[in-house]
């Protein structure tokens, strides 16, 4: 049973364009939201995080959007660059459980074309 | 400051033999995770320690085990391998629990 879940295997934009990764949750005891960028033959490299008392963080090109209703969350990249082109993982953590777990998706490949 | 390092960064092994990854966290991080990646999916949880305590197992047989050590760094052990544990392996550290994790470049294990 898969509690976070990334629908789209793979995005493709254009450089300078947006880039708009999304993710979906079912565990309603998830309160800690987190974006990590994975190049091939590394480990993932932390992007971006948003507690659920918000709805909206921003870091630079990054933003990530949190809808605690449709248990929905998605990273906006804007403008894309070719060197944003990577496997992105949306994870989920309970901060009140009593540990770290991070519950990964299975991630978006995202290729941003010259 | 040096990231998480980890050692080594592949190894095979064969199907019933045991192994050892070995965890550097972050200095000053005090909380060491340890994940398994297989091809196609994300990271999977498989412990977490916090001052050298135990504080969260994931779905794994008692076939893995880990320890953290007084100088924070952590090992992950795996007895008795199957061709099913080929994975990345990957260690995270963290400042205090509940903080973002930054992640090891991972050990790559093959079990033939």
């Known amino acids: 049973d898969q509690q976070v879940k990334q629908n789209s295997p793979s995005l493709s934009v254009q450089e300078g364009r947006i880039s708009i990764l999304n993710c979906d949750y079912t565990?309603?005891?998830?309160?800690?939201f987190l974006w990590y960028k994975k190049y091939p033959a590394e480990g993932p490299t932390f992007l971006i995080s948003?507690?659920?008392?918000?709805d909206k963080n921003e870091d630079g090109r990054f933003t990530v959007f949190l809808n605690k209703s449709a248990k929905h969350l998605s990273l906006h990249i804007v403008p894309s660059q070719p060197g944003d082109s990577a496997v992105y993982f949306c994870?989920?953590?309970?901060?009140?459980?009593?540990?770290?777990?991070?519950?990964f998706g299975k991630g978006t490949k995202l290729t941003v074309n010259p | 400051d040096a990231g998480v390092t980890q050692s080594p960064t592949h190894l095979i092994k064969t199907r019933g033999q045991h192994v050892t990854l070995r965890c550097s966290p972050i200095?000053?991080?005090?909380?060491v995770s340890w994940y398994q990646q297989v091809l196609g999916q994300g990271p999977q949880f498989i412990f977490q320690y916090y001052e050298k305590e135990e504080r969260g197992r994931g779905n794994f047989p008692d076939r893995f085990s880990a320890r953290q050590f007084p100088n924070y760094s952590s090992e992950l052990n795996v007895n008795a391998l199957l061709l099913g544990d080929s994975a990345l392996y990957l260690c995270a550290s963290s400042r205090f629990q509940g903080f973002e994790q930054f992640f090891g470049p991972g050990t790559r294990l093959t079990v033939l």
């Open positions: 948003i507690s659920s008392i918000k």
């Open positions: 565990n309603s005891m998830f309160d800690y």
């Open positions: 200095s000053g991080h005090k909380s």
């Open positions: 994870a989920a953590s309970d901060t009140q459980g009593g540990s770290e777990k991070l519950v």
